[in-house]
């Protein structure tokens, strides 16, 4: 698409930074209105992360105009901030591909462009990359810069204040700015004692001016001089959090207002000159510019195409639920039937379906921020006293805390249950979303249970299922809707390993995990195969495949899942503990990361819709004398 040079003068002809370096500093503020006009436009078009672009548009024309980008390094977090930054590093025309097969990547991908620095999916990394570039180039006598810039509640993880620590407390001192881009918000509202702190802005103005006048009248290097430096750095700590920065070693400055243009150029401009690693606070609005999305913050941090003149219509009722509805309903029903419930969430109310039981059992709801680790070790503790806590999380977000699920759950084989959503493939958010590896990184794990619903009554089950088992116990389930099968309100559990036939046939018997039961069947009925529904991943029902082992010519294994230590290599390794050589053919994810696309397009690309599946099993068992193949 090509862009319109009436509707947007300035931004038709910034194709890159270097362009933008061209115009005059008076000439900013237009070209940050016609930049968020743009994103305004294009987003709703074909949607996408909204809210938090609005709210970087000033930073990110600043940023771009003084730094010497793609050779100084500018690291996002998160990455979904990163759609104004696109556009000004010669994606502008492209935005309208953003997450389609196809298009641009929805975060920062080195691949796409030189402009995008470092890969970015998950929160809280930039400060801790930055400072890995400040030290190589350091090393190489290079005097490219390094800016890393944190917000929409990337702050409130631990591994931020890990890379702090260490940059603050390194000698020689690493030269890299980090800016707090603070809006107050990650998807749903940011919580915490650090955002309290952070809140905490009432009289920053009068103590900046007061700073600046005070070096203006006694000049530097007095006795006067310090004992001011010394009341600074008292008073900034009643007034703004900086206490907790400049002691871990970052020089401090801000807050200042982040979408006054100007005023960021002047304190940019400024922070270029220093050595050593600089702290800046920016005070921004998500959604900024686009009143509804300021107005409904959470609605509109990502969106399906609209009209911007009306807004996002409320989703209508009726249609199939979503597995995230089924987990939502299903933890308010238990909660209420047991009290010893607790829902932790690190950060993904509403992403993980816990709006009404955040409502209905305040006191029950643990939101703990963006700190996967302590969501886990925290659900543990609360294992210890008698609770039951229950861990709603995505797939790629407990791969973060996986040594606190081994460590401090099931070494300890406490009573906890994991609500994991996005399981397999995710489709639009791409490789740094896909929960394709939570099969094989759970069933190493000893005293796990670990089930994969293949509709959404079979979820509501398992759920009940994983809640009642004393000891850890995870439902794994992916994103979008289900079959449509009627839901039981009853909260009824399924024995433990058990696996169900669901079509008997002969010759070959698909052995479908979790999802794909649906293509299992369309295939087996064509195939006249037995179909089996397994369920439990772990522990395997042993006795049910070693007698389909022993009555059919072949097995298949289906899963959303990596092939590599997946649920059919549990199956191999059974076969193989019992001495059965019968042909198998593993059927899931490869060994590779799979781009943005569709769910649907995702799965038929790896061979793992109707057609996929009968293509691969036609051609693994037709010299196997396998009968029947045919369609």
């Not at 931004?11 to 305004?40: F, H, M, N, T």
């Not at 979303?433 to 794990?445: M, P, V, Y």
Request: net charge negative.
């Amino acid at each position: 698409m090509t862009i319109s040079a009436e509707r947007y003068p300035f931004l038709s002809k910034i194709g890159s930074p270097a362009e933008l370096k061209l115009l005059a500093e008076s000439d900013l503020p237009v070209v940050a209105q016609e930049l968020r006009d743009y994103l305004i436009q294009e987003v709703a078009q074909v949607g996408g992360h909204f809210g938090a672009g609005l709210g970087v548009v000033e930073l990110t024309v600043a940023l771009h105009y003084l730094y010497d980008t793609p050779s100084d390094r500018l690291v996002w977090d998160v990455g979904h901030q990163c759609y104004p930054h696109k556009i000004l590093t010669g994606r502008r025309d492209h935005i309208r591909t953003i997450k389609q097969k196809g298009g641009l990547a929805p975060f920062p991908r080195r691949e796409e462009s030189p402009f995008d620095a470092f890969g970015v999916g998950h929160s809280s990394t930039s400060i801790s990359a930055a400072l890995g570039m400040a030290i190589a180039n350091a090393r190489a006598n290079d005097p490219r810069r390094v800016v890393a810039v944190i917000g929409d509640g990337a702050m409130t993880a631990g591994m931020a204040y890990e890379a702090l620590n260490h940059a603050g407390g390194m000698d020689p001192h690493p030269d890299m700015l980090v800016i707090l881009n603070d809006n107050r918000m990650s998807i749903s509202e940011n919580v915490g004692g650090l955002t309290k702190m952070l809140g905490r802005m009432m009289a920053s103005d009068t103590m900046n001016a007061l700073r600046e006048g005070g070096k203006r009248l006694v000049g530097r290097g007095n006795p006067l001089a310090r004992f001011l430096k010394r009341w600074e750095e008292h008073a900034k700590g009643m007034f703004v959090p900086s206490t907790l920065f400049e002691e871990m070693g970052f020089h401090y400055s801000g807050p200042i207002d982040g979408h006054d243009l100007p005023a960021l150029l002047q304190v940019l401009k400024t922070l270029k000159t220093l050595k050593g690693p600089q702290l800046l606070h920016v005070i921004t609005t998500k959604g900024k510019g686009y009143e509804l999305a300021e107005e409904d913050q959470i609605g509109y941090h990502a969106v399906t195409p609209f009209d911007p003149a009306v807004g996002m219509k409320q989703k209508s009722g009726g249609g199939k639920p979503s597995y995230t509805q089924v987990f939502g309903d299903w933890l308010c029903d238990m909660a209420a039937a047991d009290s010893r419930l607790l829902g932790i969430t690190p950060a993904m109310r509403e992403g993980s379906g816990l709006v009404r039981f955040s409502k209905e059992f305040p006191e029950r709801y643990f939101d703990v921020a963006i700190a996967e680790q302590h969501a886990v070790t925290l659900a543990a503790g609360m294992a210890c006293e008698g609770g039951k806590p229950v861990v709603a999380i995505y797939s790629s977000f407990l791969q973060r805390a996986y040594d606190q699920l081994i460590h401090d759950v099931a070494l300890q084989n406490l009573d906890v249950l994991f609500a994991i959503d996005r399981g397999g493939v995710v489709g639009p958010d791409g490789a740094t979303h896909a929960g394709s590896f939570d099969l094989s990184f759970l069933r190493c794990i000893p005293n796990m249970v670990i089930m994969a619903p293949a509709d959404e009554n079979e979820c509501r089950q398992m759920l009940s299922t994983g809640f009642h088992f004393a000891g850890p116990a995870a439902v794994r389930y992916p994103r979008g809707g289900g079959t449509g099968v009627a839901i039981q309100s009853e909260l009824t559990t399924l024995p433990i390993g058990k696996a169900e036939v669901r079509r008997k046939g002969r010759g070959l018997a698909l052995l479908a995990f979790g999802a794909l039961l649906p293509v299992a069947q369309e295939v087996g009925d064509k195939l006249g195969a037995t179909v089996v529904n397994m369920r439990f991943i772990k522990p395997l029902d042993a006795e049910l495949i070693l007698e389909v082992a022993r009555s059919h010519a072949g097995l298949v294994t289906l899963e959303d899942n990596a092939i590599m230590g997946g649920a059919g290599s549990a199956v191999l390794e059974l076969l193989q503990a019992h001495g059965l050589t019968v042909p198998v053919l593993n059927l899931g994810l490869p060994d590779s990361y799979l781009e943005h696309m569709s769910r649907e397009d995702m799965l038929a690309s790896v061979g793992l819709d109707g057609p996929g599946v009968l293509a691969a099993i036609q051609q693994r068992f037709a010299a196997e004398g396998v009968r029947p193949v045919a369609a």
